[in-house]
């Protein structure tokens, strides 16, 4: 009889699992098929055609998939290659307390390339993959305006502190602060509009706001000061790179695919107020699949005239990493990271660097999650396009997520030493 392991059953979101079938026929074909239902009830669904041994066997450690959703030896292809049901969906989990996203693998004997009910799998499996670690805290956060949720590892602490930022999308997203809490970070998923009775359209961004969520959490007995990190991606970049211009609490930024100037909407902070850069609607395109690329659709930070609209990198006292997806066809997010590396230099500091990611589209994000090559944006009621190659995206995934953690440990922990 055919049988199907995956080690460990139940594990983090973020790590990887070995996927393994036995007892079938020698060199014989087979179809291994992935399924995910989200909690809204929307299917994703990745496949891969495998060969067995001579001894009935096949390990995804060391086995190439001969076609499918992916080619080549990808032990976690299952995983990373999974596609909506629905076009343009994005798996985004909500509730990462309480439940998991459960995968399940069915085992088929021969090479199927249509799902079909009436066909039985040869044997199945179930995989939990987690959000949070067990002792993980969420704390509701609403004080004074701030809104979000504060994740605290298990344990006394103190921990090092940082505060997670989104992009467009808005309302509360959870789960990357939740699985850096089970890295031993205590984290602040910080809502800043359409959330709760926050602004449901941003209009403006009040820097004030965000110092003061820097302070909140530096006031937190279990918040190892003093100085906290900011993780940020798209438009939570923009942001994330403000604050690291302008607070003297952040002391570590990642800035995932963001741009080194205001755009769309005013920045304020105490009297300081920077217009943003004009955007060119007409400069947009459509890609085949009907999806709007905004890459070249903003002004240019160097234009003589967009000066006032550029953050003064040269202030950030603390260390800044940008990470760059090569194939981002939503911002032009490459040039703006060397734009501010370059302002850095001709300041004589060295506090950024960049790390460059072949084949990675916008949406980065914690190891083995699906690529969203291009999804349904409510704000704008239009299709947008993400960018990224399934491939070289879920590469980039992986590498950057350790990388990240590196560079927080490095700088938060190590300031504390210093002082």
Not at 151 to 164: A, C, Y
Not at 358 to 380: D, M, W
Request: proline letters at 6%; charged letters at 20%; a neutral charge.
């Amino acid at each position: 009889m055919p049988q199907l392991t995956a080690t460990p059953a139940s594990a983090l979101a973020d790590e990887p699992v070995h996927v393994r079938a036995t007892g079938l026929p020698p060199m014989q074909l087979v179809t291994i098929r992935a399924t995910l239902k989200d909690e809204r009830g929307n299917l994703f669904r990745s496949k891969a055609f495998y060969r067995a041994n001579e001894a009935g066997e096949l390990d995804l450690k060391q086995d190439p998939s001969l076609g499918g959703d992916y080619v080549g030896v990808h032990p976690m292809g299952l995983f990373w290659s999974l596609k909506p049901e629905r076009p343009f969906g994005r798996l985004l989990k909500k509730d990462v307390m309480n439940s998991p996203f459960s995968v399940t693998l069915d085992l088929h004997n021969s090479v199927h390339l249509l799902e079909s009910a009436l066909v039985q799998p040869g044997a199945s499996q179930v995989v939990q993959r987690w959000f949070r670690r067990p002792g993980t805290q969420r704390v509701q956060i609403r004080e004074g305006r701030l809104r979000g949720a504060l994740f605290l590892p298990q344990g006394e602490g103190p921990f090092p502190g940082i505060i997670d930022l989104f992009g467009g999308l808005g309302g509360l997203v959870e789960f990357r602060a939740s699985l850096l809490a089970a890295r031993g970070f205590a984290v602040l998923a910080l809502a800043y509009f359409a959330y709760d009775d926050l602004p449901e359209q941003l209009l403006e961004v009040d820097l004030e706001y965000f110092e003061e969520a820097a302070n909140l959490l530096l006031a937190h007995p279990k918040i190892q000061g003093p100085g906290i990190g900011v993780m940020s991606v798209s438009k939570g970049a923009e942001i994330g790179l403000a604050m690291a211009c302008f607070l003297k609490q952040v002391v570590a930024t990642v800035c995932i695919n963001g741009t080194n100037a205001i755009f769309d909407f005013p920045l304020k902070y105490r009297d300081l107020v920077m217009l943003p850069i004009h955007s060119f609607m007409e400069r947009t395109d459509t890609d085949v699949l009907g999806a709007v690329r905004l890459s070249h659709f903003r002004g240019d930070p160097r234009d003589k005239a967009n000066q006032q609209s550029v953050l003064p990198i040269e202030k950030a006292q603390g260390q800044i990493l940008f990470i760059i997806g090569e194939n981002d066809q939503s911002t032009n997010s490459r040039e703006y990271a060397k734009q501010a590396l370059e302002q850095l230099k001709s300041h004589g500091k060295s506090n950024g660097r960049m790390l460059v990611y072949p084949g990675a589209g916008h949406l980065i994000e914690p190891p083995y999650a699906p690529l969203c090559y291009a999804s349904r944006n409510n704000a704008r009621s239009l299709i947008l396009l993400w960018g990224g190659d399934p491939v070289g995206h879920a590469a980039a995934q992986e590498h950057a997520w350790g990388e990240i953690q590196k560079f927080f440990r490095q700088h938060l922990t190590q300031t504390r030493s210093q002082l």
